[in-house]
Every structure is written in C-alpha cells, then in structure tokens.
C-alpha cells in the first residue's frame, strides 16, 4: 500500500467512525460529500488557471485532495474545528505531492474556526460542505450568526457562504453545499441579499434526495460569480425547473391581491381560545382546518379531520358559548364570520375555497381572505386558483415548504400576488371559480394572467387533482 492509499483509508476509517457516532457526527455538522457532487462543483468553481482554493470546513480534505489535482497541493487551504480530521487532510495531501514540506502543508490546512480565520486573505474559489447547525440552534451557531449581523437562527452553513463573499475577488467563485431551504428561508434573506450585492448566482445543483448518508436534509449548491452583474435575491426561481415548476411571467403594475382584500392568519391564542368550545356535530360554525381544503373546494363534514389531537367528523364552533366565555374571542369569531376565502397555507398547489356566506370559522392555520366588497370573493378565489399565479408562487418561495416542490405562501406573500391584467377573463374565470369547473377555470384565469402556453395550467391540474 502506497502513502496515498494508507491515507484515503484512514480518511475512510475515520468517516464510518463518525458515521457510527450519530450525536457526535449531528453536533458537528459532519456529513461528507460523495464524490459526484465534489466534481461537480470544482468543475464550475476551479477554472484552469486558478491558484488559490479554500474549504473553510474541509473535514478529512475531500474537496481539498480533488482540488490539489487541479492547482497542486501548494495552492489548497482548509480549516476545521477538528483536529483529527484536519491530521487526515494534511496526512493526504503530503501523500498527493511529497515535494511540498509538511510544515507548509500545516500552514496551509488549519485547525481552526472556518468563520474567522482567514481574514485578509483572498482565494481565487472558497468552496466546501460546510456544517448545517440551524436546527439544533446551538448557541454556538447563534453566537457566530449574530457576530456577521445576521439574525440567530440563520444556518451556520449560510453564516459561511456570507462569510466567504470577502474572501474572494472579483472575477472568482463562492460554491458551498447548502440546505435546500437557503433559496427562500427568512432567516437566509440577508446573506441572499449580500450575495446579489458581491455578485450573480450562475447555476445551482440540487439534490435528488437526502444526498449524506444519515443528513435528512436536502441540499443544494448556488455557484456565486463574484463580480458578475445581475445579483438575484429569487433563488428559487433557479431551481424551479429541478422541480418540473413551469416558468411564468407575471404581469407587472396590475396592482396585488392586497388591495381588493385584507390577508390575515390567526395565532396560537385563537387555537388554544376555541379548543372548550368546539364540538362534534350540531349547532354552531363549521371549523374548517387546512387538512379540509382542497382547490375550490371545502370538504368540511364529508370526512374526518383532526384538531387539538382529536378527530371530528363535523367539527363546529358554539360561537354563542366562546362570546360568552371570552369577549375577545367573540369579537374574533364575529370578524372572521363574513364572505371570505380561506386558504391552506402549503400544498401541492394554493388550496382555496370560498366562504360565500360567512359561515366558517378558520383553524389556526388556515388563512382569511376578506375581499373589502363581500361580491369579491369569487373572483379572490380565481386569483388563488390561477395557474400562473401558482407557479410564480411555488418558484419564488421554493424551499420554504417541508417537502421541497410544494407550495408555501403566508398571508404576507398572499396580499402580494399579483392580479390579472384581462378583466373580463377573470370574471369568467370567478364565474368558473363559483360552479367549481377546475378545469375551464385554469385555462381561463391563464389567459386572464396572459400565460398562453397550456403546459402550465395543465401543470396545475395534474397537481390539482392529486391534492
Ligand atoms: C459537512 S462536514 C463536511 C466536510 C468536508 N467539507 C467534506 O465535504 O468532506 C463539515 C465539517 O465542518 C466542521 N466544522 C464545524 N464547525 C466548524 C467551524 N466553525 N469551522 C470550521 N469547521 C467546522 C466539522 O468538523 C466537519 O468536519
């Protein structure tokens, strides 16, 4: 066995005793990246001609070893917290090129904390897996969130890829593994704003699955151009077609949804207020839960749904009984029971129906759309049904969902969806809103949208009609 083989077997060895450690392996972050996936990414990132590369937490040296063989081992760095991984990558790039001094080789690959070493120091690439800490909200990660000016619960990973914007120059590339939910997560909102500030996000990779072995987490890697113009915020948008989401333009200065009817969703006060006052069957208000809708559709009292850990076949509300218990939740119940559309806030695609007569109550958390003139409401839930305005939606705010390709919106972003340009579409398409005819209503509110390609209203039945 030759110097290189010995080290790749220890790096394995080390791997698989992590691996076998699941808590210490999950409070490190450690999960290594497949081969495929390291290729990938010095394929875009490390151009020939390219002299310096950095993986701030380069654990054993995957991309450490695949990048020596592009620039030499004199031009890698890498840093990480643990010193036996760092041993690991040293030990494999001494085997890579044995020319190179040990003593550079430990200058250059540190044991050392990724988020601040390497201050003034300027790579042509910073590429790597670095660890995914949001979850745990360890008050590490906080703490190292918080040092970049960015809110607590931003992912360590993302605390990262904001970080290395400074350790590149213009015409170089940032490429790091990232959770799935960095393309619309709030918490990322700045560094995504930071990085269209230092430069273009040129293509992304995203992952089939859960790519590491044991990380249920789905990844992906934006490759940011430092440098390029054309910044974007909306990374989603990059990986809709990873999801078969079909790209719409939307109509600009037609005015949003917001401005015919006021979006509100309700809190854990009203959701724990009604739990004394709900019952199986009888008098009072139907509770519609999210489980209950359907696109165009409320299926309230035609199967069972679950609410404060129990199952109804008809839940409702004694509204009388909450006025009496509880002014406050009275005056609640009473603003909610006017014509509305209420929506279930994720889905396969916006689940909508309309509440023409102001009879239901929402459950937490089901959203309220009260149109300003209750003759609204059809065509509100026509805007909602719309298959441009869903597609434009499932893009924008891709990842934000716990299954990746569903759409999430919240009230917020609900009052922002954009209205259609053609008025006499969208009256016929309320109209087909009302009768509850799916299908006509998605080529006509297309048309109403000025989408004339059939690809994406079909997109949206086929999705639809599996709800
Ligand atoms: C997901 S592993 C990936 C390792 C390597 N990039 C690869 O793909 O093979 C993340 C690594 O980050 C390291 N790490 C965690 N926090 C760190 C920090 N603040 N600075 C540097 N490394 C860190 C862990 O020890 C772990 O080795």
Redesign the pocket.
């Known amino acids: 066995m030759d110097e290189r083989e010995r080290a790749e077997e220890l790096a394995a060895a080390y791997e698989a005793r992590l691996a076998a450690d699941r808590d210490g392996r999950r409070a490190?972050?450690?999960?290594?990246?497949p081969p495929e996936l390291?290729s990938w990414v010095l394929d875009r990132a490390v151009p020939p001609g390219a002299r310096r590369v950095l993986?701030?937490?380069?654990?054993?040296?995957?991309?450490l070893v695949a990048a020596a063989r592009i620039v030499g081992v004199a031009g890698v760095f890498g840093?990480?917290?643990?010193a036996e991984?760092v041993a690991i990558a040293r030990q494999r790039l001494a085997a890579e090129d044995p020319s190179v001094p040990v003593a550079q080789i430990e200058r250059q690959v540190r044991v050392?904390?990724?988020?601040t070493a390497w201050t003034g120091e300027t790579f042509d690439a910073v590429v790597?897996?670095?660890?995914?800490?949001g979850q745990l909200k360890r008050g590490t990660a906080a703490a190292?969130a918080r040092a970049h000016g960015l809110g607590a619960y931003t992912d360590?990973s993302a605390v990262f890829l904001h970080r290395s914007l400074d350790l590149v120059a213009d015409g170089g590339t940032v490429a790091l593994?990232q959770p799935l939910s960095v393309l619309a997560a709030r918490d990322a909102a700045k560094v995504r704003t930071a990085v269209a500030g230092r430069g273009r996000v040129g293509e992304l990779w995203v992952s089939e699955g859960a790519e590491?072995a044991g990380a249920a987490v789905r990844t992906c890697v934006p490759v940011v151009r430092v440098g390029e113009p054309g910044g974007q915020t909306e990374w989603g948008r990059l990986a809709a077609p990873h999801f078969g989401i079909p790209e719409v333009e939307m109509p600009r200065g037609t005015g949003v949804l917001g401005d015919l009817a006021a979006c509100t969703a309700d809190f854990r006060d009203q959701y724990y207020g009604l739990v004394p006052h709900v019952r199986d069957g009888g008098d009072g208000a139907p509770l519609v839960t999210t489980g209950l809708l359907e696109p165009g559709a409320c299926e309230w009292g035609m199967r069972p749904t679950r609410f404060a850990r129990r199952s109804y076949a008809a839940p409702v509300v004694d509204v009388a009984g909450l006025r009496a218990a509880d002014a406050r939740l009275g005056a609640w119940a009473d603003a909610r029971l006017v014509p509305k559309v209420v929506v279930a806030g994720q889905g396969r695609v916006i689940e909508a129906a309309a509440d023409e007569h102001g009879a239901w109550l929402p459950s937490v958390p089901v959203v309220s759309v009260v149109p300003h003139d209750p003759a609204d409401v059809w065509r509100v839930l026509a805007v909602l049904l719309a298959p441009p305005v869903v597609a434009d939606a499932a893009a924008r705010y891709l990842g934000a969902g716990l299954v990746p390709g569903s759409v999430k919106v919240s009230a917020r972003q609900i009052a922002a969806l954009p209205l259609p340009a053609d008025e006499t579409a969208w009256r016929e398409g309320a109209a087909l809103a009302r009768a509850a005819l799916l299908e006509e209503l998605a080529g006509v509110m297309s048309a109403a949208y000025g989408c004339a390609d059939p690809a994406v209203a079909r997109w949206w039945l086929d999705r639809a009609r599996r709800t």
């Not at 490190?28 to 990246?33: I, L, P, S, V």
């Not at 701030?56 to 995957?62: D, E, I, R, V």
């Not at 840093?79 to 643990?82: I, Q, R």
């Not at 790597?128 to 800490?133: A, E, I, V």
Request: net charge negative; glycine share 18%; aromatic share 14%.
């Open positions: 490190k972050g450690a999960f290594y990246t390291v993986d701030p937490a380069c654990g054993t040296g995957h991309f840093s990480d917290l643990d991984a050392a904390d990724g988020l790597g897996n670095p660890p995914f800490l190292g360590t593994v590491f």
